[in-house]
């Protein structure tokens, strides 16, 4: 029986219980961010550059276009002006026949004076 007296008398120590506003707490570790300072700088500065370049390829493209539109109308002009270059070439060419020109001279009174005339060879 003395063995099972032994086994159903246990000793508890109790350890002193510190209050709860001087327990110390763990201390934290700062929060490393993943990025740094010098790469968000660096990713700010790309993002503005390609900004930047974006919009010079915006302006860029605008002036090709407003020059090829200015091309295009002079283009217009000048297929224009050609058309009525040879309209006038036509004109000249029918108001210079032989026969019309001596009918106008018919009709000022002028007469055919065979010493007088001279021949020009054409251009």
């Known amino acids: 029986m003395a063995l099972l007296d032994q086994k159903e008398h246990h000793i508890y120590i109790q350890q002193p219980v510190a209050p709860e506003g001087l ?6 570790k ?3 961010s993943i990025i ?3 790469e968000k700088v660096l ?11 974006a ?3 915006l302006n860029i493209q605008s002036s090709i276009n407003s020059t090829s539109v200015e091309i ?7 297929d224009e002006v050609k ?5 006038l070439s036509m004109e000249v060419s029918e108001l210079s026949t032989y026969d019309r020109i001596w ?3 018919k009709a000022l009174g002028l007469k055919l004076n065979e010493n007088n005339v001279k021949v020009v060879s054409g251009q």
């Open 103 to 105: 009918k106008k001279a």
């Open 72 to 78: 295009q109308k002079t283009e217009m002009s000048i």
């Open 30 to 32: 700062p929060f490393k």
């Open 55 to 57: 919009v010079m390829n």
């Open 36 to 38: 740094t300072k010098t």
């Open 83 to 87: 058309k009525q270059n040879s309209e």
């Open 23 to 28: 327990v110390p707490k763990p201390a934290k």
């Open 43 to 53: 990713m700010i500065a790309m993002v503005a550059a390609i900004a930047v370049i």
